[in-house]
């Protein structure tokens, strides 16, 4: 009997997966769509959700709702961002480079990056803190974003090799602050280089198209380039021809 009334309870009720704004969904399309038909109130729905990601403003959150479909009655499940989110969070980013491996968008420390592995590792499929860890310094590699100043791909490999098994054990989530320091120091020489190799590409790129309109003009204006002889000029050319042959 008791399988029974839990068969009930999943029939009657709806499951809603959601990703939002955190305190700041809005109506949408997706959610409307699902709720509108069973006539629950959407504007509650969204106030709910807002009240309860509040704390997760500027990022994107997973959220799921369970529906009673007979008394309309909804509860909000809100889990915590995706690794990638509090990375952003962390470093004050609304996006990642886009052009990952090419150009970097911020410098994190491995000890801020234990911290985040420290939240999300209860649902991660890490066996501990290490392993979390690492799959951290993963998204850091999509997002073009440097570890302690290093390519995430260098610091996968000292982090194997246990040359920050100290940090871990001691689960240090804050960097000393002459490392900060350092780190942030660091960074803006990378964002200079980054800023210079990109003006001489621009400007390279601006001089070649310069050469190539300047090229076509001087083609365009240089006499007998492409000539179009008129029909008068070919009956001469003919008779011409005409006279030579007798």
């Given at each position: 009997?008791k399988?029974?009334?839990?068969?009930?309870?999943?029939?009657?009720?709806?499951?809603?997966?959601?990703?939002?704004?955190?305190?700041?969904?809005?109506?949408?399309?997706?959610?409307?769509?699902?709720?509108?038909?069973?006539?629950?109130?959407?504007?509650?729905?969204?106030?709910?959700?807002?009240?309860?990601?509040?704390?997760?403003?500027?990022?994107?959150?997973?959220?799921?709702?369970?529906?009673?479909?007979?008394?309309?009655?909804?509860?909000?499940?809100?889990?915590?961002?995706?690794?990638?989110?509090?990375i952003?969070?962390?470093?004050?980013?609304?996006?990642?480079?886009?052009?990952?491996?090419?150009?970097?968008?911020?410098?994190i420390?491995?000890?801020?990056?234990?911290?985040?592995?420290?939240?999300?590792?209860?649902?991660m499929?890490?066996k501990?803190?290490?392993?979390?860890?690492?799959?951290?310094?993963?998204?850091?590699?999509?997002?073009?974003?440097?570890?302690?100043?290093?390519?995430?791909?260098?610091?996968?490999?000292?982090?194997?090799?246990?040359?920050?098994?100290?940090?871990?054990?001691?689960?240090?989530?804050?960097?000393d602050?002459?490392?900060?320091?350092?780190?942030?120091?660091?960074?803006e020489?990378?964002?200079?280089?980054?800023?210079?190799?990109?003006?001489?590409?621009?400007?390279?790129?601006a001089?070649?198209?310069?050469?190539?309109?300047?090229?076509?003009?001087?083609?365009?204006?240089?006499?007998?380039?492409?000539t179009t002889?008129?029909p008068?000029?070919?009956?001469?050319?003919t008779?011409?021809?005409?006279?030579k042959?007798?």
């Amino acid at each position: 009997m008791k399988n029974q009334a839990n068969l009930i309870h999943l029939r009657k009720n709806m499951k809603i997966k959601l990703i939002v704004d955190g305190g700041a969904m809005k109506p949408g399309p997706s959610v409307s769509q699902q709720l509108g038909p069973m006539g629950i109130n959407l504007g509650k729905v969204i106030q709910e959700i807002n009240e309860a990601t509040s704390g997760f403003k500027g990022m994107k959150v997973p959220v799921e709702l369970d529906v009673d479909k007979k008394t309309k009655n909804f509860t909000v499940k809100v889990s915590s961002p995706p690794v990638s989110e509090l990375i952003k969070k962390e470093l004050g980013l609304e996006s990642g480079s886009g052009l990952a491996g090419k150009t970097y968008v911020g410098n994190i420390s491995v000890e801020q990056l234990i911290g985040i592995a420290k939240t999300k590792l209860p649902g991660m499929l890490a066996k501990d803190l290490k392993a979390a860890l690492k799959l951290t310094v993963g998204s850091c590699v999509s997002l073009g974003i440097l570890i302690d100043s290093k390519n995430p791909k260098e610091i996968m490999r000292i982090i194997e090799s246990g040359v920050y098994d100290k940090e871990i054990k001691e689960e240090k989530t804050i960097p000393d602050p002459e490392k900060k320091k350092d780190i942030e120091t660091q960074f803006e020489i990378v964002k200079a280089k980054q800023e210079k190799d990109q003006k001489a590409l621009e400007e390279a790129k601006a001089k070649e198209e310069a050469e190539k309109a300047t090229a076509t003009v001087t083609a365009a204006a240089t006499p007998g380039a492409t000539t179009t002889a008129a029909p008068g000029d070919a009956k001469k050319d003919t008779k011409k021809d005409d006279k030579k042959k007798k």
